[in-house]
């Protein structure tokens, strides 16, 4: 796996692993995880991307955002930040279940700076609910993601 590596940002540490040469592809993960999340990818996308998965503020590495409640602005632009220290201009951005509202929010505050948006495993575990319970669970899921727009 590649190592951990740290940025130091405004002030923040950041956490990332870092593989390959080509194109950014960016891997943001989900609640719980961190750059370990992406081990097999790094590996594998190493020889077609410069692939980098953080860990998020507040997860492995990583320093937790100063804000008490922080949104996904707030990662968006720890993540540029990032991205700026290793002077990525430009990327593909995978955002893995709580990983796709601060990919969504990247997009949305630096369209420019995304080459792609790959939003990945956002619903999981509704099964077993009940069909209205389902369908209430799965719009709470996407309203914010319409309230952002494109």
């Known amino acids: 796996?590649?190592?951990l590596r740290t940025a130091l940002v405004d002030g923040l540490t950041l956490a990332f692993r870092e593989a390959g040469a080509g194109p950014a592809l960016v891997l943001l993960h989900g609640i719980g995880g961190s750059s370990e999340t992406w081990a097999n990818q790094l590996m594998g996308l190493g020889g077609r991307f410069r692939v980098i998965a953080w860990d998020a503020p507040g997860y492995g590495g990583s320093d937790a955002l100063a804000a008490a409640t922080p949104g996904p602005d707030d990662y968006a632009r720890a993540l540029a930040r990032l991205l700026d220290d290793r002077a990525v201009a430009r990327?593909?951005?995978?955002?893995q279940s709580a990983g796709a509202p601060i990919a969504a929010a990247f997009c949305r505050l630096?369209?420019?700076?995304?080459?792609s948006f790959t939003f990945c495993q956002g619903l999981v575990g509704l099964a077993?609910?009940?069909?209205?319970?389902r369908?209430?669970?799965v719009r709470a899921r996407l309203d914010p993601f319409a309230a952002l727009g494109p």
Do not use: F
Not at 110 to 115: E, K, M, S, T
Not at 128 to 133: M, R, S, V
């Open 128 to 133: 077993g609910l009940d069909p209205a319970e």
């Open 91 to 95: 990327a593909h951005i995978v955002g």
């Open 110 to 115: 630096y369209a420019a700076r995304a080459a």
């Open 1 to 3: 796996m590649a190592p």
């Open 135 to 137: 369908d209430a669970a």
